[in-house]
């Protein structure tokens, strides 16, 4: 399978812990994005990088969240200190170079977190 | 605020008629439209897209119509068939972002036999 692939898909965690989710992206993908996407509404931009930078990051990330894509392949995303606002499924994507627009980000199938 | 709203949490078409699927947006600064479809279990895959410069696009079954003063799109599908039912997300870019797309809470589709 040659998709973009999640790990966990599933995590329950307890309030104030922290959580580390990994993304690996389809190869040669040198686009990455993470989303987040609560019961009942669509996907929520998170961040995204080009390679190993980070070049665009939501308003909606706090400092509790960070994101690392250290060499350009794989990423992470940490949530520390976790609420149970932050209980939502975690969708990371991946885009080819020489693209401009997102149509053609392809989705992972999510990793699923619910924070007791 | 919800800057894309998709109005209609679910829609029932039978087989083979023209399913029609709604997006209202707010913000005149998009400059680009998206249709994803998602079936359970897994990410949303991408569908058809739109520039705010037309206000047609046809990719086979599928068509998107954009009507830019009234700040509505939709999406076609004709004719629909059983693998149709899904949840469908309306997505659109702002010309102050390469690559942050604001989404519409989707449209369960629903195909009937």
Redesign the interface.
């Known amino acids: 399978d040659t998709g973009?692939s999640q790990d966990p898909r599933h995590k329950i965690t307890k309030r104030g812990q922290n959580v580390t989710f990994r993304c690996d992206p389809i190869s040669e993908h040198n686009?990455l994005?993470w989303y987040r996407q609560t019961l009942?509404?669509?996907?929520?931009?998170l961040t995204?990088f080009q390679n190993e930078a980070q070049?665009?990051k939501?308003r909606l990330l706090s400092d509790r969240f960070s994101a690392e894509r250290p060499k350009g392949s794989f990423s992470t995303l940490e949530i520390q200190r976790t609420e149970q606002g932050d209980s939502a499924m975690y969708?990371c994507?991946s885009s080819p170079p020489g693209q401009?627009?997102?149509?053609?980000?392809?989705?992972?199938?999510?990793t699923r977190l619910l924070v007791l | 605020d919800q800057q894309?709203k998709q109005n209609s949490?679910s829609l029932s078409v039978q087989e083979g008629r023209i399913s029609i699927l709604n997006c209202d947006y707010t913000n005149s600064m998009f400059d680009?439209f998206?249709w994803y479809k998602k079936y359970p279990?897994?990410?949303?895959?991408?569908l058809i897209?739109i520039s705010s410069i037309k206000d047609k696009n046809e990719d086979g079954r599928f068509t998107v119509f954009l009507n830019k003063s009234a700040k509505h799109l939709s999406l076609h599908i004709v004719p629909s068939q059983p693998g149709d039912s899904a949840v469908y997300?309306c997505?659109a870019?702002g010309v102050d972002?390469?690559?942050?797309?604001?989404?519409?809470?989707?449209t369960k589709l629903i195909i009937k036999p």
Not at chain 1, 40 to 45: I, L
Not at chain 2, 41 to 46: I, L, N, Q, R
Not at chain 2, 97 to 106: E, F, H, P
Request: charged share 10%; no cysteine.
């Open positions: 973009v686009r994005y009942g509404q669509g996907p929520e931009f995204y070049l665009e939501s969708l994507a401009t627009v997102q149509e053609t980000q392809y989705f992972g199938p999510g | 894309v949490p680009y998206l279990a897994e990410g949303p895959t991408f897209s997300f997505a870019k972002s390469n690559y942050q797309l604001i989404w519409g809470a989707g």
